[in-house]
C-alpha cells in the first residue's frame, strides 16, 4: 500500500467514525502499512502496524486520550513489576487533538473465555500464579479493572495481562483482579448459553478456595455480585466505562437463576 492509499484508508476510517482529523495524528501514521482491528464505543481504535509488528491504539477525542494516557501509566505500572521484566510498552505520544500507545506483539495465546471454566481451569491457575507475583504485598492496589481471559496472554514462558484502559481507576483490595477473572470465568461461557457443568462446579469451588487462602477481602468473598456492582457504580472511572458500554462489565449481565446457582457453590466453598 502506497502512502497515499494509506492516508485515505485512515480518513475513511475516521470519518466513518464521525471523528476530526487532527493534522499532526496523519503525520505520526504516514508510510506505515496497517491493518484496522477495531474501533470502538469507547472512544479508542487500535490498529496493527504490519512492517513493525506493532499495535497502535489510538484516540482523537478527549475521554478517549484519557484512556490512552491512563492505560500507557497501567503498562508502566505493570512492566516495572513484571519478574522476570518484560516490556512491551514502545511508545506513548499524548497531545490536545489525539493521543496514542504503540505496543510489541504479544506473543502467546489467549484462551477463549467463554469455553466451560474445566477447560480453562490450568490457565487460571496459571494467571494465579502470576497475579500473585505482580500484586501481593499490597492490601490496597491498583487494578487491571478488566481482568478476562480476553486480556490474558499466555506462552510457555509467562502470562501477560494487557488493555490496562481502567487503571484510571481508584485502588481497591488485594484480589479485585483475581475474584473478578474467576468470576468472569465460571459467568462468561453461561452468558453464551452454556450450561454450568458438574465439573465446571468443582472447579469453581477450588478457585474460591484460593481466594479464601489469600485472605482476600471478605466482602469480595462473601458476596462478589453485590460488591462488584457498588464498587463499579461508585468509581468514576469504571463507571464511566459501564455508561458508555453497558456490556463491558459482565457482573450487571447476569441472570438470577445464575446467580444463586453461583451463590450456592460460594456457600459451600466457605464451609
Ligand atoms: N500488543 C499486542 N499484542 C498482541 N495482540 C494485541 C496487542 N494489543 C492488542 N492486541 C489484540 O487486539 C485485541 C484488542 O486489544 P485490547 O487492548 O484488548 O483492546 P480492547 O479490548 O479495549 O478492544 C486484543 O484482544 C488482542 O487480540
Ligand atoms: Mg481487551
Redesign the pocket.
Known amino acids: 500500500m502506497n502512502s497515499q492509499s494509506f492516508l485515505s484508508k485512515v480518513k475513511d476510517f475516521l470519518i466513518n467514525d464521525k471523528k476530526e482529523i487532527p493534522r499532526g495524528f496523519l503525520k505520526n501514521l504516514k508510510n506505515k502499512k496497517f491493518q484496522i ?2 474501533t ?1 464505543k ?1 472512544n ?1 481504535s ?1 490498529v ?1 502496524m504490519i512492517k513493525e509488528d ?2 497502535r ?1 489510538f484516540s482523537t477525542n478527549k475521554l478517549g486520550i484519557k484512556k490512552i494516557k491512563d ?1 500507557s501509566q497501567g503498562i508502566k505500572w505493570y512492566q516495572k513489576k513484571s519478574r522476570p521484566p518484560f516490556h ?1 510498552l514502545k511508545k506513548t505520544v499524548i497531545k490536545s487533538k489525539y493521543g496514542f500507545i504503540d ?5 502467546g495465546v ?1 484462551k477463549k473465555s467463554w469455553r466451560p471454566l474445566r477447560e480453562n481451569y490450568p490457565f487460571l491457575l496459571q494467571a494465579f500464579r502470576h497475579y500473585k507475583k505482580i500484586f501481593k504485598g499490597e492490601k490496597k492496589t491498583k487494578i487491571h479493572g ?1 481482568l478476562t481471559l ?2 490474558i ?1 499466555f506462552s510457555r514462558k509467562k502470562v501477560v495481562f ?2 490496562w ?1 481502567f487503571f484510571g481507576s481508584n485502588k481497591k483490595h488485594y484480589g479485585y483482579d483475581l475474584a473478578y477473572l474467576f468470576l468472569s470465568a465460571i459467568i462468561l461461557p453461561t452468558l453464551a448459553g452454556k450450561k454450568i457443568s458438574k465439573e465446571d462446579e468443582i472447579y469453581f469451588i477450588k478457585l474460591w478456595r484460593i481466594l479464601i487462602n489469600e485472605k482476600i477481602s471478605k466482602k469480595i468473598i462473601k458476596d462478589p455480585f453485590s460488591f462488584y456492582i457498588t464498587t463499579i457504580k461508585k468509581d468514576k472511572v469504571l463507571n464511566e466505562g459501564y455508561k458508555i458500554s453497558k456490556k463491558k462489565f459482565f457482573p450487571f449481565l447476569i441472570q438470577k437463576k445464575i446467580k444463586n446457582e453461583i451463590n450456592k457453590l460460594i456457600k459451600s466453598a466457605i464451609c
Open positions: 482491528i477495531k470502538h469507547n479508542t487500535l496493527y506493532i499495535f491504539k492505560e512491551f505496543t510489541k506483539k504479544i506473543s489467549k478488566d480476553d486480556n496472554f494487557f488493555d484502559e
